[in-house]
């Protein structure tokens, strides 16, 4: 049974009087059997007076204490009221936000499906319902994967990872609707982070493509979609297949026998080529809108398809074709699931692959570059680094990593003809890539003194305009096996 504080405080009084009242009964017997000497009496006398101002002293502070926590106490009564109201308040406000945010959500003709980090669906407006030919309950708690079907879900597999990481994404999907209908949409996944915190979900929007109808007689023709529209650009380079594959060689400075040869491969848009543009112009709109995993898988698919070599295929050791990875393809496992399937279906030889990760992917991601490394290097893939040397990371990065080739930072590169303190750094690079049992590669070499420097130093292999320019993927491959 609990003691309610004021029947405990009467029982502490109770107690300190019962306690004077014996020692005082004790006091006066002791008096007493002493005969009454004045000495005792004195003595005694004093030891009953302080005994009863410490008693008093004791339930004066004790009285002290309990007014003071008393006082605390209705302080933090008054601010538990005060905070719970403006906790209400909030409650209210954020109630009624959700509530016209989702009366605007579910007045968008457009379909939209709140997912969170388990990929699992908590939110859908009427129209991705009608889409779908989904009940709610086959919906609301329900995988991605199970709501918008394995083939649809695959498709948009590739973007979730990085949206779920606080990036955009913007692609083609094509789907088949509940009525059973091909359609085509462009999906946008928008990540949200409550408040400026992490990301708990992403908002996956689809947008119906609407074949325009034929005009009327005599009404003028629907007006065509935007021609510099530079995500349908990109879109539409990929489907046609306006994408050039070009190869820049990369060469060894001590010459083996049976080495395999080697080049980069670059990708280019045949506008630019034709046009004479600047290489490369496209990129930070793949960047933008999330497709770069999508850039990387076409060049990964048409690299195979063009340098098909059949895995123990008789003759000299496989071509070695260097592959950039973007940022997104590094942190994907789809990626190299993808990559892992195309190897088996076109039994292609792995060693003819060597992908390339810039240095900031290794620095800030080793365990998505490890587990990517463990999923490929069973199939003979072989990895780099790419333009290794810089301000961000050292060589003890790539220890354990098991890389077998070091790109080293091409700006060190064109400096060390003219820079002492450059020459040693690449010396050292090389070095260290010799230690790590990977082979050093420098690029942007452009002219002999360079080259002769880079000799000099142990530098393994060399790329630039100074040892070979691009040219198309297929005339590279017929140099190499003239």
Request: hydrophobic content about 45%; charged content about 25%.
């Amino acid at each position: 049974m609990r003691i309610q504080p004021r029947a405990r405080e009467a029982i502490n009084i109770a107690v300190s009087v019962g306690s004077v009242l014996v020692l005082g009964g004790l006091l006066t017997a002791t008096i007493y059997w002493t005969l009454y000497d004045p000495k005792w009496i004195a003595f005694l006398g004093g030891v009953l007076f302080a005994a009863l101002a410490a008693t008093a002293s004791g339930a004066s502070k004790a009285q002290w204490r309990i007014a003071r926590r008393n006082l605390q106490l209705e302080r933090t009564r008054e601010r538990l009221e005060r905070e719970t109201r403006r906790a209400r308040v909030s409650t209210d406000g954020l109630r009624m936000a959700e509530e016209r945010l989702r009366a605007l959500c579910d007045a968008l003709p457009l379909p939209l499906l709140f997912v969170d980090r388990e990929l699992r669906c908590h939110y859908h407006n009427p129209a991705a319902a009608l889409e779908l030919g989904r009940s709610p309950q086959e919906i609301e708690s329900r995988p991605l994967s199970e709501v918008v079907g394995s083939k649809a879900y695959a498709e948009m597999q590739p973007f979730l990872a990085g949206s779920l990481a606080g990036g955009e994404a913007a692609y083609e999907l094509a789907w088949c609707s509940a009525d059973g209908a091909g359609k085509s949409f462009s999906a946008r996944h928008v990540p949200c982070r409550p408040g400026g915190a992490s990301v708990i979900g992403l908002y996956l929007i689809l947008s119906p493509h609407v074949k325009a109808a034929a005009p009327a007689p005599g009404e003028a023709p629907a007006a065509e979609p935007a021609a510099d529209d530079p995500q349908r650009k990109l879109v539409e380079a990929m489907r046609d297949n306006q994408f050039l594959l070009l190869a820049q060689p990369i060469v060894a400075l001590q010459p083996q026998a049976g080495a395999p040869k080697f080049h980069e491969i670059l990708l280019r848009l045949k506008e630019e080529e034709d046009n004479l543009l600047p290489p490369g112009g496209f990129f930070p709109a793949a960047e933008r809108f999330g497709m770069m995993e999508q850039l990387d898988r076409w060049v990964v698919r048409h690299v195979i398809g063009t340098c098909h070599e059949p895995a123990g295929a008789k003759g000299g050791p496989a071509a070695l074709h260097g592959i950039n990875l973007s940022h997104a393809a590094v942190h994907s496992d789809a990626f190299a699931r993808f990559v892992q399937a195309q190897i088996a279906e076109r039994a292609f030889d792995g060693r003819a692959l060597c992908f390339e990760i810039a240095e900031p992917d290794i620095v800030r991601s080793p365990a998505d570059v490890a587990r990517l490394m463990g999923m490929l290097k069973p199939l003979g893939v072989r990895f780099t680094a790419d333009a290794f040397g810089s301000v961000h990371g050292s060589p003890e990065t790539l220890r354990g990593l098991g890389f077998d080739f070091v790109k080293i930072d091409g700006v060190l590169v064109q400096r060390i003809a003219r820079s002492p303190a450059d020459e040693v750094k690449v010396c050292g690079l090389a070095e260290a890539c010799r230690k790590l049992g990977a082979r050093s590669i420098a690029e942007f070499v452009e002219d002999e003194a360079t080259l002769s420097r880079l000799r000099a130093v142990g530098v393994d292999y060399v790329q630039g305009f100074g040892i070979g320019h691009p040219e198309r993927l297929r005339a590279a491959r017929a140099a190499m096996a003239a």
